[in-house]
């Protein structure tokens, strides 16, 4: 069946309608749901072929800001200072001290709800002036949380937005019409990795560790300003400085997507410039490679799904210590599919790391520039009794993956970790000098022939 029961209900919805389309905004709120639910839905349904068509709309939207809905909820602050007023009145300055109180009085006064007596034994005092009052604020804000916001005028929604209580919003909708391949009930592809598939990667040609940064950072969506662009984090080429060869109709599509946004995203708006892209470093992650491979991918006639890895070197120009040398191993996985979600990357990662021998898997959000979501993976360590990070991960953003040509409903997961760190916790290497390098004692590894990580 298809993606979880929204997308069934959508699907019955849809086969129901007259052809005229279901809006996304109306069909969340007929059944009850949040917009995005309803959004994810439209996604995982478009993943699947042509069983919709779905035309993004913009439009404009009364919301109710926080304070709205909590007038919504608890009532203006005139009709709370009203209710909050006994028979026999209550002095102005407590009054001021409830949180609607300010706002309540001068409200409830220019309503004639209330009356200040000045003179009252013991200071001015704030009295009921009629036995009722009708909430009109709280019952418009009511309508417009239901959906009824035309009910009001402009001149109420005016006011309220003066007040802070409404706010025109941008909303992006979808219209969602049957596809050429409509069925109430549709089959998922075959997405859910298998034993086998996992088993069946393929390994990424790594050989060239010089790189131009239009690979290692512009194709990954990370701007030309990021800090770890410069000196400090990255080692840049004299000879040959800069790299000559380049898709171009490709580099063209990089440079507007950094520059000016598209493919639903607004971009960074800098002035991105190919002589920063030009320029020749030694890689800082083998991601640079993935972005080759998967740019390729993207030339076939037809896209086929695929699954990448690599084990190769990587160099980082960060301050050196016991445990970090300029030069790290780092691993990379890589899987693109149609519809693949953060549930398949957390499933994959799970598969993944318990080859290891390593489970008990925690998943915190992150941020790279080239995935979004991205997490760091951490697992629970028996023998040191803390938990490690032992990876991080994401799903490659569409500024990413569109300019190379992949086919809209394509997405990428993908994750790393390094080779030295868990070589050194799983012989207890303190310093990874020991591990890698010229004072490597070679005993060592006569001794060590392979590093098995097994439960
Ligand atoms: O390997 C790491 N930790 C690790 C892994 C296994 C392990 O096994 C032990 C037996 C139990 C123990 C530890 N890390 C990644 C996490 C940390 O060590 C981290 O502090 C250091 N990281 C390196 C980079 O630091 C500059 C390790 C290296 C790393 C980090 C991220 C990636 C690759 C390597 C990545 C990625 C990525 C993300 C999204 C899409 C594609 C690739």
Redesign the pocket.
Known sequence: MADGPVAELLLRRLGEEDGGGLDSLGLASALGLDHQQVVGAVKSLQALGEVIEAEQLSSKRWELTAEGKETAEEGSHEARVFHSLPAQGLPQNELMKLPFGKVGFSKAMSNKWIHLDKNADGGPRVFRSVQNVKDSVREKLQLVHQGRAESLDEKEKSEMKKRKLLAEVNVKTYLIRKGNAFSTTVTKQETDLTQEMIASFTEMPTNNFIESSFWNFDALFQPQQHPARDQHDTFFLLDPAEATEFPMDYLGRVKKVHSEGGYGSQGYKYDWTIKEATKNLLRT?T?AV?ARMLYQLAQQEAFTPVKYFSIDRVF?N?TLDATHLAE?H?I?GVVADYGLTLGDLMGTLKEFFTK?G?TKLRFKPAY?P??EP?MEVF?Y?EGLKKW???????MFRPEMLLPMGLPAGVSVI?????LE??TM??YGINNIRELVGHRVNLQMVYDSPICL?DS
């Open positions: 992650h991601t993935s980082r960060e790290f780092q990379e290891l390593i790279n080239y995935t991205s697992s360590h490690v990070e032992v990876g991080n991960s994401g993908a994750w790393g970790l390094s760190r868990p916790i799983k990580l």
